[in-house]
T-cell receptor
């Protein structure tokens, strides 16, 4: 199993550009989440999904969209990038709400 | 006030020392408590997982939960340079609590730990 994979590893955007961060898991997990990690702030939940077709907002959802058309994939879309979205983004998946979360390797995003 | 508070450090100790890492929380509904270890430029990985109050030991690592004080700890015995990483506490409520957002995993800020040879 590859676990949780994320692409790209690094990305530089200009203010106003849009892009999609890809996340995929091959563990047949129902629950998937997106976090951003900033110095001194820890991991903050952006959006999460409890199954295909079901998504909900986390702590910091503004400026981000998600969809979940399959169990395996959970892409995160930045509609109009802002410098405040410069961060490291982690995707995670879990079999259930009381089970271990598995994290991907992260995407380092810089918005100029 | 954040739901979970963790001293970000940095914490630097000599090899072989006992390390104590701590988190406090405010939400009394939290019942599952986790410690994640994150090496530089990597994703977090689960280190310890405890349910409700009590102690759990795994090799050199011991996790303690005191729900009455809303306080959790991670102890590392005989610390090694390979233990140098950022340690994040995380917690969530019981799955039976059906309130929007109750299933979210809430993280502390993380403590950066360095073990010096």
């Amino acid at each position: 199993n590859a676990g949780v994979t994320q692409t790209p590893k690094f990305q530089v955007l200009k203010t106003g550009q849009s892009m999609t961060l890809q996340c995929a898991q091959d563990m047949n997990h129902e629950y998937m989440s997106w976090y951003r990690q900033d110095p001194g702030m820890g991991l903050r939940l952006i959006h999460y999904s409890v199954g295909a077709g079901i998504t909900d907002q986390g702590e910091v959802p503004n400026g981000y969209n998600v969809s979940r058309s399959t169990t395996e994939d959970f892409p995160l879309r930045l509609l109009s990038a802002a410098p405040s979205q410069t961060s490291v983004y982690f995707c995670a998946s879990t079999q259930g709400p009381a089970r271990e979360q598995f994290f991907g390797p992260g995407t380092r995003l810089t918005v100029l | 006030q954040k739901e979970v508070e963790q001293d970000p450090g940095p914490l630097s100790v000599p090899e072989g020392a006992i390390v104590s890492l701590n988190c406090t929380y405010s939400n009394s509904a939290f019942q599952y408590f986790m410690w994640y270890r994150q090496y530089s430029r990597k994703g977090p990985e689960l280190l310890m997982y405890t349910y409700s109050s009590g102690n759990k030991e795994d090799g050199r690592f011991t996790a303690q939960v005191d729900k009455s004080s809303k306080y959790i700890s991670l102890f590392i015995r005989d610390s090694q340079p390979s233990d140098s990483a950022t340690y994040l506490c995380a917690m969530r409520s019981h799955p039976s609590i059906i309130i929007q957002g109750a299933q979210k995993l809430v993280f502390g800020q993380g403590t950066r730990l360095t073990i010096n040879p």
